[in-house]
């Protein structure tokens, strides 16, 4: 260790009313190495902190309460007076049945199972909507950020609660409170001299330093844990042991006795060096809760609205009654979907929806430049985070309002498309369930979750080459990879069928209705398909324009296009695959 470590010359300038994370409680006390506390070689650092919220009437009050009364010494628990007072455990008392504080983090001795839990107030974790996941408080709301997050030790005792401080500075906010934080930190080195030492020169004093006071204590081992010692024990003669039940009677002169002991003990040599750092401070609110109260957000984006790239403020388009639609790179969706909570709905072959972790259904259109077009207070009422990530795909006006958003939204007369997601997945469900009735078998190993997995195939994820032939991989995973290779074996009549994998199996078994030469043609964009996921490894392959071509697709247009026609290829395959297995009198 140095100087400025014992010193603690970096820490003490750190605020932590000006820090991402605050600290709720703390007791952490790191040990390093294996020497005693009372050996040459021991190091140690210890930080504690607690805190209470106090309203403005009592922050005079509070003003003069330090790490005695605040730290973690400081009692947490409910206490129920003899004449029927109850202080509840939230309830931080001045003087007895004087309530001035709240307690953000509750203490619950557990002496029967052993050990002592830290309780993150539960008013805080509902005014903020917080879940639970493993040590973490997480706001779903918000993209599952973690707002408070617990440490322990080794044997599970809490070691720190602390929370984000835009989150604590909401709730403060709500409740018109503000925390007072008081904490200790200490750092010790035994050394055997401190000549030729980092230490050498320093001397013991203190001083007030960065709104805190610091102390630096150099005592010899000997003084610390050496020194004079006495013992003084008292007795009492008159118990009679033979006595079943011996009643002891007042303590007199003369049936008691005593006596005392003392000395001297040495302690070991060596010099312990000391640094401690005691500091107390506000961790005010700005008078703003956007979450809890549900305050105006002041900051929100702005949106382009014009095609000459004017922008409005998202407050400006906070109404159903503006009649404005914003343009978006159909990025945003992607973007979206990677985060946890978040979902694609499906309504018409150009209209869906993004639900999101807000609750709300952001409804879109695809329009005739590949851009969504969503109706603008559809995104003024999100999330202030969510609407940021909007705001970073948006585009001026380009290619009009999707028609069929416009058929829903002003006409009330939705399209009667269906999207090609959507049939691909309903014409799985038909061949399966054909399979299941004609020739008794499951055509899949395992099912699946459509809903699930329709996030996973969907046009917006083909945004060039090789995220194109990772869709195809996609799709073949749903549909090839699922099929029963061990029943097609059973049904198919080929020669080599031990050798043929999923997709030429039911080729085999389509042929035996309509004739190679047909089911080859029908089956042709799902071996196309399947082509390309094996090109997803090896993107530059020379074989990867015949997969596009044998699955149908028109590399004239865009990717998003391209990534469509792909789906509505091969679920047509499947469609026609049942439709010729299972209808009779099908005309070629």
């Not at 993150?120 to 639970?132: E, G, T």
């Not at 196309?528 to 071509?549: N, Q």
Request: proline fraction near 3%; include cysteine.
């Amino acid at each position: 260790m140095n100087r400025d470590w014992v010193l603690q010359t970096r820490e003490t300038r750190r605020s932590f009313a000006n820090a991402t994370w605050v600290p709720l409680r703390a007791l952490q006390n790191v040990e390093q190495g294996e020497a005693r506390v009372t050996q040459v070689g021991y190091v140690s650092e210890f930080f504690g902190c607690g805190s209470v919220a106090f309203p403005p009437q009592h922050r005079e009050v509070a003003e003069k309460l330090s790490w005695r009364d605040l730290g973690i010494g400081h009692s947490v628990q409910p206490y129920a007076y003899e004449d029927g007072y109850y202080s509840p455990i939230d309830q931080y008392q001045y003087n007895d049945k004087e309530p001035i504080g709240v307690e953000l983090v509750f203490v619950h001795d557990q002496p029967v199972v052993g050990g002592t839990k830290w309780i993150l107030n539960p008013d805080l974790v509902i005014a903020l909507r917080l879940v639970k996941e493993g040590n973490n408080w997480v706001r779903p709301e918000e993209d599952f950020v973690v707002v408070a997050r617990e440490f322990f030790d080794d044997d599970g005792n809490h070691q720190l609660i602390e929370i984000k401080r835009e989150f604590l500075i909401d709730y403060l906010a709500a409740r018109g409170l503000a925390l007072r934080l008081s904490y200790y930190r200490q750092r010790v080195e035994n050394v055997a001299s401190l000549e030729g030492t980092e230490y050498e020169g320093l001397e013991s004093h203190q001083n007030d330093r960065d709104g805190g006071r610091f102390e630096l204590l150099t005592r010899s081992l000997n003084d610390v844990y050496g020194g004079r010692w006495a013992s003084f024990r008292v007795w009492r003669t008159d118990v009679d042991e033979e006595e079943d039940a011996p009643v002891l009677g007042p303590e007199r002169d003369d049936n008691t006795e005593s006596e005392q002991s003392e000395g001297v003990r040495s302690g070991p040599d060596g010099v312990r060096v000391e640094g401690e750092f005691w500091k107390d401070e506000w961790i005010d609110h700005r008078g703003l809760s956007v979450r809890v109260r549900g305050d105006t957000d002041q900051s929100l984006p702005h949106f382009i609205i014009e095609t000459d790239g004017t922008r409005a403020a998202s407050s400006a388009l906070d109404s159903e009654d503006i009649g404005r639609w914003l343009w978006f790179r159909t990025s945003v969706v992607t973007d979206l979907l990677g985060r946890r909570g978040f979902s694609l709905k499906w309504y018409t072959a150009e209209t869906g929806a993004i639900g999101s972790t807000s609750g709300y259904a952001t409804h879109f259109g695809i329009n005739s430049a590949d851009l969504l077009t969503v109706y603008a207070y559809d995104i003024a009422r999100l999330a202030a985070w969510e609407q940021h990530i909007w705001a970073a795909h948006n585009v001026p006006p380009d290619g009009k309002v999707s028609g069929e958003l416009l058929s829903a939204q002003v006409k009330t007369q939705p399209a009667s498309t269906h999207a090609v997601e959507e049939l691909l997945f309903v014409s799985m469900r038909m061949l399966e369930q054909g399979f299941r009735d004609k020739f008794g078998v499951e055509l899949f190993n395992h099912s699946i979750n459509d809903e699930s997995a329709m996030q996973q195939v969907s046009r917006f994820h083909s945004r060039d080459r090789a995220s194109l032939l990772h869709l195809a991989k996609e799709i073949i995973r749903v549909f090839s990879d699922r099929m029963n290779v061990r029943e097609l074996r059973k049904i198919s009549t080929h020669k080599e069928k031990d050798k043929l994998a999923s997709n030429k199996l039911l080729q085999d078994v389509l042929a035996k209705q309509v004739g190679e030469e047909r089911a080859r043609t029908v089956l042709g964009p799902v071996i196309g398909a399947y082509e390309m996921r094996v090109g997803d490894a090896h993107p530059t392959g020379s074989k990867i324009g015949e997969a596009l071509k044998l699955a149908g697709i028109d590399e004239s247009l865009s990717y998003l296009r391209q990534g469509e026609q792909l789906i509505h290829n091969v679920g047509h395959a499947v469609w026609w695959i049942g439709k010729l297995l299972f209808e009779k009198n099908t005309s070629p």
